[in-house]
T-cell receptor, first 113, second 113 residues
Framework: GAGVSQSPSNKVTEKGKDVELRCDPI?????LYWYRQSLGQGLEFLIY????????KSGLPSDRFSAERTGGSVSTLTIQRTQQEDSAVYLC???????????FGPGTRLTVL | AQSVTQLDSQVPVFEEAPVELRCNYS??????LFWYVQYPNQGLQLLLK??????LVKGINGFEAEFNKSQTSFHLRKPSVHISDTAEYFC???????????FGKGTRLSVIA
C-alpha cells in the first residue's frame, strides 16, 4: 500500500503567520510521530501519538506548537505565529505499534521569511 | 531514559574504501536497535535492525551492523562504499515495552571519488 505522505512538500510563509502541516500515516498504523530536522542538525523528536492520544507533549519547542490526530489516522502539526527559527524540515513517521519500526514520510520543508 | 550517541558527525571516505559508523547506546536490559539512512532531500528509510538472535545483522545496499552487548554498541559497516552511499545515517534504539525509538544525532557520510 501507500507509504506515509505529507503535505505540503514545501511551505513558505511570513513571520507571524500560522501554518498547518499534514501527515497521512500508513493505513492501520496506530502510532504516529513528528520530528523536526533543522539544517545541519539531527532529528529533534517533537511528539508521538498512540491512537489519537499524545501522552507526552514535552518535546514540542514552545506553546506555539500543537498537534492533533483524529480518527486514528491523519495528523496535523500547527505552528502559530511562526518565527524564523521554525524554518526546518518537519518529518512524520508511523509504525504498526508504538516502538515498532518507523516508516517516514518525505517531509515538509518550512521556510519562514 | 534510553540515549544514543553517534560519535562522528561527519565521515569522509574515498570510494571503494571500507567504512564504519559508530553508535553507542545507554545500557538497558534488552534493546532493539536500528540504522536508518536519509539520502539528500528524502525521508528516512530503514537500513537494518536488530531485534534478537544473531548479533551480526545484514541490511540493504551491502551494509551490516554488529550488536555488542558488553560494549553497548551497534556499529554500522560496509566493506566498500560507493558514491551513492553519500547520505545521513541515523542510529536508533528502543527498550522493550511500548516506547518510541530514540534517535542519535546522525552521521553524515561523504564518499569521495
Amino acid at each position: 500500500g501507500a507509504g506515509v505522505s505529507q503535505s505540503p512538500s514545501n511551505k513558505v510563509t511570513e513571520k507571524g503567520k500560522d501554518v498547518e502541516l499534514r501527515c497521512d500515516p500508513i493505513s492501520g498504523h496506530t502510532a504516529l510521530y513528528w520530528y523536526r530536522q533543522s539544517l545541519g542538525q539531527g532529528l529533534e523528536f517533537l511528539i508521538y501519538f498512540q491512537g489519537n492520544s499524545a501522552p507526552d507533549k514535552s518535546g514540542l519547542p514552545s506553546d506555539r506548537f500543537s498537534a492533533e490526530r483524529t480518527g486514528g489516522s491523519v495528523s496535523t502539526l500547527t505552528i502559530q505565529r511562526t518565527q524564523q527559527e521554525d524554518s526546518a524540515v518537519y518529518l512524520c513517521a508511523s509504525s504498526l505499534a508504538l516502538g515498532d519500526e518507523q516508516f517516514f514520510g518525505p517531509g515538509t520543508r518550512l521556510t519562514v521569511l | 531514559a534510553q540515549s544514543v550517541t553517534q560519535l562522528d558527525s561527519q565521515v569522509p571516505v574515498f570510494e571503494e574504501a571500507p567504512v564504519e559508523l559508530r553508535c553507542n547506546y545507554s545500557s538497558s536490559v534488552s534493546v532493539y536497535l536500528f540504522w536508518y539512512v536519509q539520502y539528500p532531500n528524502q525521508g528516512l528509510q530503514l537500513l537494518l535492525k536488530y531485534l534478537s538472535g544473531s548479533t551480526l545483522v545484514k541490511g540493504i545496499n551491502g551494509f551490516e551492523a554488529e550488536f555488542n552487548k558488553s560494549q553497548t554498541s551497534f556499529h554500522l559497516r560496509k566493506p566498500s562504499v560507493h558514491i551513492s552511499d553519500t547520505a545521513e545515517y541515523f542510529c536508533a534504539v528502543r527498550s522493550s515495552g511500548n516506547t518510541p525509538l530514540v534517535f542519535g544525532k546522525g552521521t553524515r557520510l561523504s564518499v569521495i571519488a
